[in-house]
């Protein structure tokens, strides 16, 4: 367990998303992406691995298959931007978009079952893609889980 100052050095004290392509989303999904920010704010486990200490200011971008995460450090110097492939990630974020819809649908439609059931699909996908994430990151930065599950959704909204 970290001590209260020490986690404050390991977390994210404000996070940018860049989204160069200004695209008109659906509600849902803005607001899927402002509660992962909120949660993310409120509470996040997020290290570099040089032992830069934060907290940090992080902005996440998509260029073409590739994730950038642009770190400033408290007194907003730049610090690192880490550039990594989503190549992995890209079967799952289909996968993902398509049960999310289908769990909008039964939503709309009512049937309780279904929407269990692709519930249950959609946080397993989730999951996956949480700790996908982490291993594409291993060895660059270190993140508890619920900060990868935000993150990957907010990666997720960035490549729609």
Not at 77 to 99: A, Q
Request: with cysteine; aromatic share 6%; charged share 30%.
């Amino acid at each position: 367990m970290l001590q209260k100052n020490e986690q404050a050095y390991c977390s994210i004290l404000k996070i940018e998303i860049e989204d160069n392509a200004r695209k008109k989303r659906l509600p849902m999904i803005e607001q899927e992406r402002a509660q992962a920010v909120k949660d993310l704010l409120r509470d996040n486990y997020f290290k570099p691995l040089q032992n830069i200490y934060g907290p940090y200011y992080v902005r996440l971008a998509v260029e073409g298959p590739r994730l950038c995460i642009s770190m400033r450090g408290e007194s907003r110097t730049e610090l690192e931007t880490i550039h990594v492939s989503l190549v992995k990630l890209r079967r799952l974020m289909k996968d993902y978009f398509l049960v999310c819809e289908s769990f909008t649908q039964a939503c709309w439609i009512g049937d309780k079952t279904k929407i269990e059931t692709l519930d249950m699909a959609r946080r397993g996908l989730h999951n996956e893609g949480a700790e996908d994430l982490r291993r594409i990151l291993a060895g660059k930065i270190e993140m508890d889980e619920e900060t990868a599950r935000r993150i990957f959704t907010l990666v997720c909204v960035l490549h729609i």
